[in-house]
């Protein structure tokens, strides 16, 4: 069965989500060319650019559009395992869809919170044998914004600078001896292929969540 790439992507504002984002986004086009994309934008900037890129099947900005488009992807599921069914398969052999949603705290202090906990917990505890996978981004760190729910199944964590000590416990169930981040181009990230929490240049943390880099130590003989 395929890795789950379900990811939150947590730091305060300025700590490199966006462009962490971004460069997880180049590489999946890179290296899964048949991925498809749904973009949930609700500050209407940071994805904007992937709007009209042929990889992309769904772009929402309005929280109307964005609870409509959620709700297409849950479909998209629901059909995915019908197809399955019938085939009698443990996983799809369809492509991979990434859900990208760039800024959760928007979404989940407006009254539509409740209808966007049930859709990212469904996506995210079922979507790995569909190819669905959810990328979520978030600058408030609480358990107001990324329920328990959500935040334990989402297997990969990337924590960037935060302001304090506890949201730093609360991605990663502790705080890591190395301390705080600066305030820019470094993250932790948590993975199930990893005890504790790895530090990492932003622009690896892709690379760390798909077990890229250690393959390139191996071969380097570094590793």
């Given at each position: 069965?395929?890795?789950?790439?379900?990811?939150?992507?947590?730091g305060v504002?300025?700590?490199?989500?966006s462009?962490?984002?971004n460069?997880i986004?180049?590489?999946?086009?890179?290296t899964?060319?048949?991925?498809r994309?749904?973009?949930?934008?609700?500050?209407?900037?940071?994805?904007?650019p992937?709007?009209?890129?042929?990889?992309?099947?769904?772009?929402?900005?309005?929280?109307?559009?964005?609870?409509d488009?959620?709700?297409?992807v849950y479909?998209?599921?629901?059909?995915?395992?019908?197809?399955?069914?019938?085939?009698?398969?443990?996983?799809?052999?369809?492509?991979?869809?990434?859900?990208?949603?760039d800024?959760?705290?928007?979404?989940?202090?407006?009254?539509a919170?409740?209808?966007?906990?049930?859709?990212?917990s469904?996506?995210?505890?079922?979507?790995?044998?569909?190819?669905?996978?959810?990328?979520?981004?978030?600058?408030?760190?609480t358990?107001a914004?990324?329920?328990?729910?959500?935040?334990?199944?989402?297997?990969?964590?990337?924590?960037?600078r935060?302001?304090?000590?506890?949201?730093?416990?609360?991605?990663?169930?502790?705080m890591?001896?190395?301390?705080?981040?600066p305030?820019?181009?470094?993250a932790y990230v948590l993975?199930p292929?990893?005890l504790?929490p790895?530090?990492?240049?932003?622009?690896?943390?892709?690379?760390?969540?798909?077990?890229?880099?250690?393959?390139s130590?191996?071969?380097?003989?570094?590793?």
């Amino acid at each position: 069965m395929d890795m789950s790439y379900n990811v939150l992507i947590g730091g305060v504002v300025g700590s490199g989500k966006s462009y962490t984002e971004n460069i997880i986004i180049q590489k999946v086009k890179a290296t899964l060319p048949d991925a498809r994309l749904v973009l949930i934008d609700p500050k209407r900037v940071e994805l904007a650019p992937w709007k009209d890129d042929p990889a992309t099947l769904w772009y929402a900005s309005d929280e109307g559009d964005i609870v409509d488009t959620l709700q297409r992807v849950y479909d998209l599921m629901e059909l995915r395992f019908q197809r399955m069914q019938a085939e009698g398969l443990k996983a799809s052999r369809e492509a991979h869809i990434f859900v990208f949603v760039d800024e959760m705290a928007f979404l989940m202090q407006g009254k539509a919170k409740k209808a966007y906990t049930e859709m990212f917990s469904r996506i995210c505890l079922m979507g790995r044998a569909a190819r669905i996978h959810l990328i979520l981004c978030s600058q408030v760190c609480t358990q107001a914004v990324i329920p328990a729910c959500i935040r334990d199944n989402m297997v990969n964590i990337v924590c960037l600078r935060q302001r304090d000590e506890g949201k730093y416990r609360y991605l990663l169930g502790k705080m890591p001896a190395a301390g705080p981040l600066p305030p820019i181009g470094m993250a932790y990230v948590l993975t199930p292929n990893h005890l504790r929490p790895q530090k990492v240049n932003t622009a690896d943390v892709w690379d760390v969540i798909t077990g890229k880099d250690e393959t390139s130590k191996m071969m380097s003989g570094t590793a």
